[in-house]
């Protein structure tokens, strides 16, 4: 296997054309405007949250994803804990969501005061299944009188759900909005993997109530650190501009506020980044494409597992992501590649294992259990 490991190295050392030295998992590319936007703020002075690139990246984001409505935030994380309250989730409420996905999800539930629960995902798509969601709720959920579904086991009602689209492999979002919709709740998608992934082509974090974006350092296009809320519902679109800018009723020099507002909208110093970035979404996803594409052919001819984009999808290959056949055989495998140099690293912990969350309800969670034991993400930065 190790001859294997071997040929695996020189593999991704020719696809990014680097004999030697680290290759990271996912760098930022800047081939734009980013500079020149970046020094338009500073001319101008307008650096913080109100300026003209603010607005003009929400204009670029809502047209691109076809949401009616794009409103930044700071992170993808408070875009998240904004979508929740967005929704009507409440402190002791549930909202369900899966265990394979990033800390922020869970830890964005836990800001609304709300708990967890995890429901497996599918082996496919690696986001959460509509299955297994539809058993959850045929045993536990209990639609009541006042209009909202309650978990027969903990008496809490189950608010929100919040499937999320792994590595930027969309889910199987129609049959999980038309599940929420039965059990009448509300379906916020964590999209921050997703910008330029699309589900029978539309594009995702638009199937549902609200969705998230990421534009983290990580991300697929990045802004430093920020985030989206996109919606099509107009009052929601509104509330979350209002809620994410400390609720000012506008006015010439009056400060009132009427709610309980967040300091999350998005700086124009980082917005600048994010049109720059925008600009050019179509050359980063095609080059993440191709990419995708080498790995596949390569992994196709080894008999290694690689994590395609899962049927009527189309996916950003965020990250590119392979199985291996054993826990021991990923641990050795990433003994080998960070050796050498080449960052890879295993799927999250599950989020059920972690202390906060350990006594969260759960179903069987089989294919979250073996992904999280075997799937490696590879480097996957653009080529520019
Ligand atoms: C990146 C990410 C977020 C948001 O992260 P921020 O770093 O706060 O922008 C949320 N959920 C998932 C699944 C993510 O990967």
Redesign the pocket.
């Known amino acids: 296997m190790t001859k294997n490991f071997d040929e695996i190295v020189t593999f991704i050392r020719t696809l990014y054309n680097k004999p030697e030295g680290f290759i990271a998992l996912h760098e930022p590319c800047f081939m734009g405007n980013e500079k020149k936007y970046l020094a338009e703020c500073i001319d101008t002075t307008f650096v913080s949250s109100v300026g003209p690139f603010v607005t003009r990246f929400e204009e670029m984001v809502a047209t691109y994803t076809g949401a009616k409505h794009a409103i930044v935030c700071v992170?993808?994380?408070?875009a998240?804990h904004m979508a929740l309250m967005l929704v009507g989730v409440e402190a002791n409420d549930e909202v369900i969501t899966q265990p394979l996905?990033?800390i922020?999800?869970a830890n964005a539930i836990s800001y609304t005061g709300a708990k967890p629960v995890f429901v497996d995902v599918d082996m496919d798509t690696l986001g959460m299944s509509p299955k297994s969601l539809s058993v959850f709720l045929e045993e536990f959920g209990e639609l009541r009188d006042d209009g909202f579904c309650y978990n027969k086991e903990t008496g809490r009602r189950i608010s929100a759900c919040v499937p999320?689209h792994t590595f930027g492999h969309p889910c199987r979002i129609d049959e999980i909005a038309a599940i929420c919709k039965k059990y009448k709740i509300q379906l916020v998608e964590?999209a921050?993997?997703s910008i330029g992934s699309t589900y029978k082509g539309k594009h995702t974090g638009t199937f549902g109530a609200v969705g998230i974006l990421?534009?983290?350092g990580n991300?697929t296009i990045t802004t430093g650190?920020?985030?989206m809320i996109i919606t099509n519902n107009d009052d929601l679109g509104k509330r979350a501009k209002h809620l994410t800018t400390q609720a000012k009723l506008p006015h010439r020099w009056e400060f009132n506020h009427d709610a309980i507002g967040y300091n999350y909208r998005m700086p124009n110093i980082n917005a600048a980044l994010g049109v720059a970035q925008m600009e050019v979404i179509d050359r980063i996803i095609v080059s993440k494409r191709g990419i995708a594409a080498q790995y596949t052919e390569f992994f196709a001819a080894n008999g290694i597992d690689f994590c395609n984009e899962p049927q009527d999808s189309i996916s950003n290959y965020w990250l590119n992501s392979i199985l291996l056949g054993s826990r021991e055989e990923r641990d050795r495998f990433l003994g080998y590649m960070n050796d050498n140099g080449i960052m890879s690293r295993p799927a999250w912990t599950l989020m059920n294992k972690l202390p906060m969350f350990e006594g969260s309800q759960t179903d069987y969670l089989k294919n979250a259990v073996l992904i999280a034991e075997r799937l490696i993400n590879l480097p996957s930065s653009v080529i520019s």
């Open positions: 992170n993808g994380t408070a998240l996905t990033f922020a999800t999320m964590d921050a993997e990421s534009f983290n991300k650190g920020g985030g």
